[in-house]
């Protein structure tokens, strides 16, 4: 809490910053009933003209004045009716009576129940945006409706050949409306008239810059088109007619004279004929006397070179060099002044011919003027609209708002981007024309903008929405959108607006606020003279006070006296802007109960570093505290008991593992010390035979009592055990005692006694006797522990003498065990003569070279029993066979070789002698896998057996038999080395070598 208590803004300061905000706004009440301005910011009262006087408390329609019929009024009033958002422009008008346009964008506000309570209006003035806009709307409509009066077709393209504008009658040329044309590439659209001459004529115009002109049949439409080509940097324009009749005229008077002279005369192009050897009119039609203003007389056998002067200056040397003499046949534009000395503009076009058989030049002259003028009017047009949209990109190009036209359709591609792009996203405008909005929007962002974008393209009014791009560095900026779609461009004009720091402003605001209401510690905020200015719910749940009650007055009505000092010290250093740590101090409650509380102090800053007043942190700590006490007193309590358990579970472990009773008793006595802060404590235990009660063990004396013992009834630890009840005597100078006992106690300063009878099983097992240098009255917690550790004596002492008869019984046991398997070994020793001793030898032999081995201690009692009964199977062997004098035959060996089965079946029965099974099982396999009776090999023989192995050869061979003397010792050896790795393991033999030659004489 100390961390965030810093950012909490104060009402003061969000005050301020609304009060120096440089976008108007205002703020109107939605449960009024004609919601009233109720407040409104200084840059609204600047936009305005009017002061917030005049404004508070009247409805905002009184910014239109009469201006009534406006389509944004309705959009607002569905809007305030749904309690929605809206953006739209409004005709406003000042004080002063001055018309403005006004973007206003309306936002509903709530209260934590969501319940509408206000809304607020940001102003934008878009007039100078909304003037350029209509400038040029009307100087478009103004072109449009010239060039669609024009009967000649006209055509413009830019300098990529993109249609920009085509008349109705261009169009209708070509049997279609103008916008038909929309996004056509001329020469893909018009692909089989590629090679006419009126496609020649405008390719030649782009190659070398110069207006050019053709006349072609375009089959497609049945129809002799005129072209006239005037290139330019920017583009192309193009003017047509359609000259399909003057050409039939035209073959019409080649067939015929008369038709020729009908349409010479009545021809609406001007033309004359001069006989070349003198430049004499011959003849001249009707449209060439009213274009020059003279009567045919005046002109027939006049000379062409009298009527030169009619030519403007700058084309007359031209023109008479074009006459005389006579040039092939070619067009040229000139300028002459007809008789009323106005100024014509015509296409000569000169013809040598013959006529009656002398050579003339025939002369055509289409009045362009017309045509001039109106091409005047239209460059002059297309200069100011240039102009126009020149300085309107300038002025957009100088919004903060970045300002783009996007196509209408899907992939939303943008055509015109703003500069503000550079310092909005990062990208100049140049990055961002022709790729995709998608391209830069941000991903979980695309969904909804490409929904806004099909709404926006449907046609319908104004869209404001908001989304997320990413900027070249990979940040995330919102952008607020104002987008229109034009519908017979297809193309969707948008404004977007920086929000990310009012974005993540009034996301801190809302946590920030959200994060004090719902505290349940005390966040109070204060004036730099300690009046209370906030005042949230967990300081009305800690002090009583609701914020009413509070806001406006001194803080120092909850601090006790003797904290006042403290707490304006406190506040000064919090004035210097310092921060303490927080402290612990005491409040009074609405109740006048005081509470222990931390309270943090930190200074509210403004965005000039100035502090501007104090926010306070209080939490209650009084149930802390008490907790913390209870805690405290619970943990003496555990540790006490775990103590008590942890003394208990050592007994119970030293009782289990059977340790020395001794140890056992000197646990339990160290747990009577330490647990019942016993000063002495004694185990007497009595001595079934002799019926004395003896000293065990001792704690706390300084002279030894090893040495005492006591004759039931004699002293106090005798009656105890007579008694076998408990006794106290709280002040041993109160009773009678023995000279020699009354000696010793007053020696050890001993006072008080306790003594408890220790009974197992309702008999009396010893006395534990606890001394006290001062007078004592044992508690009955005291009772309770001392009794528990009483009886684990009792258990120690019970479980130590049956353990020890437990081990004496098992001794005796094993001793007949063992006394049983000798018999059993010399009663076969008695069976077989030959082999009287054997038993004995080969057992003693085994175990020794088995300890060589390294078998474990507790393992070598199984072998001395497997080797003692080694041969017992022989037992299921007939005598016949057994002690049989000569060779066995095949059939008796087979028998013979039974025996090991046999020893199995004897001894698996009897649970103690089952792992003494190794030897007699399996001491006939040999290590190369050829003895008997499984073929084990190797290792798989136990190790017992192949110990077993090596001494019973070496037995059997040293011993005498009936039908030969024992072999020597080095004999023998010989034989047991020469059988190592075939008959015995020759690890196994090795180590049974070295071990006869250590105990060689």
Known sequence: ???????????????????????????????????????????????????????????????????????????????????????????????????????????????????????????????????ALRGEAQAREQLSATLNRMTDGFLSFDKDWKLIYINKAAARIAGRQPEDFAGLDPFAAFSEHRDAALSLAVLQAVETGTTQSAVSYLPAFGRWIELTAYPGDDGMSMFLRDVTESREAQRELQVSEERFAKVFQTSPISIFIIRSKDGTFVDVNEEFLRQIGYRREDIIGNQSQNLISLVDPADRDETWDTLDPPQPIQSREILFYNKAGEAVHGVLTIVPTEVAGETCTICFMRDVTEEKRAQHRLEASEARLRNTVTEL??????????????????????????????????????????????????????????VEGQHISSGQATTTFQNRYLHKDGSVVWLEWSAVVVPDERLLYGVARDITQRQSAEEDQAFLVAIVHASHNAIIGLSLDGIVRSWNPGAEELYGYTAAEVIGQPITFLIPAEFQILEMKLIERARRGERDPPFE????????????????????????????????????????????????????????????????????????????????????????????????????????????????????????????????????????????????????????????????????????????????????????????????????????????????????????????????????????????????????????????????????????????????????????????????????????????????????????????????????????????????QYHHEKWDGSGYPLGLKGEAIPRAARAFAVVDVYDALTSNRPYRKAWTRKRALEHIQNGAGTHFDPAVVMIFMQMLHQSAP
């Open 1 to 131: 809490m100390d961390h965030h208590s810093a950012s909490i803004p104060d009402l003061n300061l969000l005050s301020q910053a609304l009060t120096a905000n440089v976008n108007p706004f205002i703020i109107t009440d939605a449960q009024q009933l004609d919601m009233p301005i109720v407040y409104v910011n200084p840059a609204f009262e600047q936009l305005s003209g009017y002061r917030a006087a005049e404004i508070i408390g009247r409805n905002c329609r009184f910014m239109q004045g009469q201006d009534r019929d406006q389509d944004a009024r309705r959009e607002i009033r569905d809007a305030l009716a749904q309690g929605q958002s809206t953006t739209t422009v409004l005709r406003n008008y000042r004080k002063d009576g001055t018309l403005f346009y006004n973007e206003l964008t309306l936002s509903p506000l709530r209260d934590v129940a969501g319940i509408l309570t206000h809304f607020v209006g940001f102003q934008n003035d878009v007039t100078s945006l909304e003037e």
């Open 585 to 920: 101090a005491w409040r009074i409650t609405k109740s006048g109960k005081q509470i222990q509380v931390v309270v943090t102090i930190s200074p509210v800053l403004n965005a000039a570093a100035q502090v501007v007043g104090f926010s306070k942190i209080t939490r209650d700590i009084t149930s802390l505290r008490e907790a913390e006490h209870e805690v405290q007193t619970l943990n003496e309590n555990l540790r006490d008991q775990l103590r008590h358990v942890t003394g208990l579970q050592e007994i119970d472990r030293s009782i289990a593992a059977s340790a020395g009773l001794d140890v056992t008793l000197g646990l339990i006595l160290d747990n009577i010390m330490q647990r019942l802060n016993a000063d002495a404590v004694t185990v007497l235990l009595l001595d079934q035979h002799t019926l004395t009660l003896e000293y065990a063990a001792a704690r706390g004396f300084t002279t030894a009592l090893h040495d005492l013992t006591l004759q039931l009834g004699e002293g106090l630890g005798g009656q105890v055990a007579v008694d076998r009840q408990p006794m106290l005597i709280p002040d041993l100078r109160t009773v009678t005692l023995s000279p020699t006992w009354w000696a010793m106690l007053q020696k050890e300063r001993i006072m008080a006694y306790y003594g408890a009878p220790i009974i197992a099983k309702g008999k009396v097992l010893g006395v534990i006797e606890v001394l006290h240098r001062k007078p004592f009255d044992p508690s009955a917690t005291w009772l309770e522990t001392f009794g528990i550790l009483d009886n684990q004596a009792a258990i120690a002492v019970d479980s130590s003498w049956l353990f020890t008869e437990l081990e004496r019984k098992n001794l005796e046991l094993r001793l007949a065990y063992d006394e049983t398997i000798e018999g059993w070994a010399r009663a076969l020793d008695l069976r077989d003569h030959e082999t009287e001793g054997h038993s004995r030898r080969v057992t003693e032999m085994t175990v020794a070279l088995c300890q060589h081995l390294s078998v474990p201690p507790e393992k070598l009692v199984d072998v001395r029993r497997g080797a003692l009964l080694h041969d017992i199977g022989k037992m299921g062997v007939p005598d016949a066979v057994l002690l049989k004098p000569g060779k066995l035959t095949e059939d008796e060996w087979v028998m013979m070789r039974k025996h090991p089965g046999y020893a199995v079946d004897l001894l698996s029965p009897i649970e103690y002698l089952r792992p003494a099974l190794d030897i007699p």
């Open 393 to 450: 990109q300038r002025t957009l190009d100088l919004s903060l708002d970045m300002i783009v036209t996007v196509g209408a359709d899907d992939h939303l591609i943008f055509v015109r981007v703003s500069a503000a792009s550079s310092r909005i996203l990062g990208y100049a405008p140049e990055e961002m024309l022709g790729r995709s909005a998608f391209d830069f929007v941000h991903p979980d962002d695309a969904a909804m903008t490409s």
